[in-house]
C-alpha cells in the first residue's frame, strides 16, 4: 500500500471519529421523516388542480368585482391563466420542497410571471390573493397528510414554514 493511500485511509478514519452522535441521530431522523415527507409533497402535487381550482374560485368569490364589471373582458382568459400557473406553482413549490433549489425560481415561467400578468390585463392583487388562497390549501392539505400518518409528525412544523416560505418567495415576484 502507498504512502498516500495509507494516509487518505486514516484520515478517513478521522473523518468518522469526528462524526458525533449528534450527527447520527440527526441523519436518522431524516431517515425516518424522508418518507413522510414526501407522502406530502406528493399529496400536494396529486391535489394541484383542486388546490389552484379552489383558489381561483374562492378569490372569485371574495372579489365579485373582478367578474362583474366593464374591465373584466376576457375574465375566463385571465382566470384559466391564474389556474394553469397555479397548478405549476404548486409543484415548483414541491420541488423546492424536496431540492431547496432557489435557482428554480430564475429558471421558468416565474421569472416573467409578473410581466405575463400585467400583460395580460390579470390584476396583480388579484394573483396575489390566488396565491395565498392557494398557500393556505397546501398548507391544510399538508397538516391533514401528515395527520393520517402513522408514525413521528415532529417535522410537520419544519415543513409548513418551508412551505410558507416557498409561497412567499413567488408572491413577492408579483410585487
Known amino acids: 500500500m502507498t504512502v498516500s493511500k495509507s494516509n487518505q485511509i486514516l484520515s478517513n478514519d478521522r473523518d468518522l471519529e469526528n462524526i458525533s452522535n449528534k450527527n447520527i441521530e440527526d ?32 378569490m372569485i368569490c ?68 390566488v396565491f395565498e388562497l392557494m398557500r393556505d390549501a397546501t398548507i391544510s392539505d399538508l397538516k391533514s397528510t401528515v395527520n393520517s400518518m402513522k408514525g413521528e409528525k415532529e417535522f410537520l412544523s419544519d415543513l409548513i414554514s418551508n412551505t410558507e416560505f416557498q409561497f412567499e418567495r413567488i408572491i413577492n415576484l408579483l410585487r
Open 27 to 58: 441523519i436518522k431522523e431524516f431517515i425516518n421523516t424522508a418518507n413522510s415527507r414526501l407522502d406530502a409533497i406528493d399529496s400536494i402535487t396529486n391535489n394541484s388542480h383542486a388546490i389552484a381550482a379552489d383558489a381561483v374560485t374562492a
Open 62 to 129: 371574495e372579489n365579485q368585482d373582478s367578474v362583474n364589471t366593464k374591465i373584466s373582458l376576457d375574465t375566463t382568459n385571465k382566470m384559466s391563466v391564474c389556474l394553469r400557473d397555479g397548478e405549476i406553482i404548486l409543484r415548483i413549490v414541491s420541488y423546492l420542497l424536496i431540492s431547496d433549489d432557489e435557482s428554480v425560481l430564475s429558471k421558468n415561467c416565474l421569472k416573467d410571471l409578473k410581466n405575463t400578468y400585467l400583460a395580460l390585463g390579470v390584476p396583480l392583487k388579484n394573483a396575489i390573493r
